[in-house]
C-alpha cells in the first residue's frame, strides 16, 4: 500500500500542475508540502507514467470520486482508497494505512498536531505509522478527554502517547473522563492546573486528525465509559443529531446540535475545530455515511480520507 499511498500523491501533484494550471509553488503550499517534494513528484510522474498527455490515475486511485468530493462539499483536498469489501474492519484499515502515509508527508516543522483519541480508524492510523527521522512536530495534544473503562484506555491517551512517540516529540494528554457525569464535575476537573494547560493548547493546534462517529456508538466508544445513555442518544436522535466528531454533534445539514449533553463533554468545541488551519477526517462506511455527509457541511474539515464505497455514495 506504500506504493500506491505514493502514487496517489504523484498523480494529484500531476494534475494540479498540468491540467488545474497551478504553479509548483501554490501546489506546495496547497499540499502543505516543500517546492523541492513538488518539483521531484512532478518528474517522478513522466517516470512512472502518470503524465503523457494527460494525467493516468494508476489502478487503485479513484480521481473522478476524489474530485467529485472536493467539489460537492468544497474540500481542500479528498483521499479515497480502494477497498475489496465494504466492511468496517477492512474499510478502517485502508484508511489507516493511507492516513498515516499522508502525516508522514506532509507534516510540517513545529506542527503541533490535535488528536481526537477515540476513533478505531485513528488507532489504524497509529499502527501504521514509520518512526519519523529528526523531530518535526512540536506537541500532539489529545483532544477529548479519555478516562473509562481502564480495559480500554490504550484507544484514548496511550494513542496520544503512541503518536507523540513516532513522531518524535511531547505528548500532551487529557487524563479526565471524556464525558463528565454532570456539569460541576466537569468544571471541577478542568480547572486542574495541568488539564487546563492542555486545553489551552486546543487554539495553538496547527493540524487536527478526527474520526467521524454515527449518533449509534461504536463498539469501542460503548467499552470505553464515555457514553450517552440510550435515552440521552434518543433525545439527540430527536434533536437532529445524525453524527459528531470528538463528541461534539452535528446535524444533517452540518449544524451543531446543542444540548445539556454537550455541557458534559470534556473535549474541544466544534466551532474551535472550524478554527484549526488543517483538519483531516478519517471515516468510512455505510453506517457513517450520513454522519459524514454532515461532517462535511459543517465546514470544519479540510481533508476527507475515505473509502471508494463510502465516497460513491457521498457523490450519488
Known amino acids: 500500500m506504500t506504493r500506491v499511498n505514493e502514487l496517489r500523491l504523484i498523480a494529484r501533484i500531476a494534475q494540479m500542475y498540468h491540467m488545474e494550471h497551478m504553479r509548483q509553488g501554490q501546489i506546495a503550499e496547497h499540499l502543505h508540502l516543500s517546492q523541492a517534494t513538488v518539483s521531484r513528484m512532478l518528474k517522478r510522474a513522466e517516470k512512472e507514467g502518470i503524465v503523457r498527455t494527460t494525467v493516468i490515475a494508476p489502478t487503485g486511485i479513484f480521481a473522478d470520486l476524489e474530485g467529485a468530493l472536493r467539489h460537492r462539499f468544497d474540500l481542500k483536498e479528498a483521499i479515497v482508497v480502494d477497498c475489496t469489501e465494504d466492511r468496517d474492519g477492512a474499510i478502517m484499515a485502508r484508511i489507516g494505512e493511507a492516513a498515516a502515509h499522508f502525516l508522514e508527508i506532509t507534516l510540517k516543522q513545529d506542527e503541533i498536531i490535535g488528536v481526537s483519541s477515540w476513533s ?7 499502527d501504521n505509522i514509520h518512526p519519523l527521522k529528526g523531530t518535526k512536530a512540536k506537541y500532539v495534544v489529545q483532544m477529548l478527554g479519555g478516562m473509562g473503562d481502564p480495559s480500554v484506555q490504550t484507544h484514548a491517551t496511550q494513542l496520544t502517547t503512541r503518536l507523540a512517540r ?6 500532551r494528554l487529557l487524563p479526565v473522563q471524556g464525558l463528565a457525569t454532570s456539569r460541576e464535575a466537569k468544571l471541577m476537573m478542568i480547572s486542574d492546573p495541568f488539564i487546563r494547560e492542555t486545553i489551552d493548547l486546543f487554539s495553538h493546534i496547527t493540524v487536527a486528525i478526527v474520526g467521524i462517529g454515527a449518533v449509534e456508538p461504536s463498539s469501542l466508544l460503548a467499552r470505553s465509559g464515555n457514553i450517552f445513555s440510550q435515552h440521552e442518544l434518543a ?6 443529531a445524525v453524527g459528531d466528531m470528538a463528541l461534539r454533534f452535528f446535524n444533517k445539514d452540518g449544524r451543531p446540535v446543542k444540548t445539556s449533553l454537550d455541557e458534559r463533554v470534556i473535549g474541544m468545541e466544534l466551532e474551535d475545530l472550524a478554527d484549526i488551519p488543517r483538519v483531516i477526517a478519517l471515516a468510512g462506511g455505510a453506517s457513517k455515511t450520513l454522519a ?4 462535511l457541511r459543517t465546514g470544519a474539515v479540510d481533508v476527507l480520507m475515505t473509502d471508494k464505497f463510502t465516497a460513491a455514495r457521498l457523490t450519488a
Open 292 to 295: 459524514i455527509m454532515g461532517a
Open 120 to 126: 478505531e480508524t485513528i488507532l489504524r492510523m497509529v
Open 235 to 240: 433525545a439527540l436522535s430527536e434533536a437532529g
Open 166 to 171: 513516532l513522531t518524535g516529540v511531547e505528548p
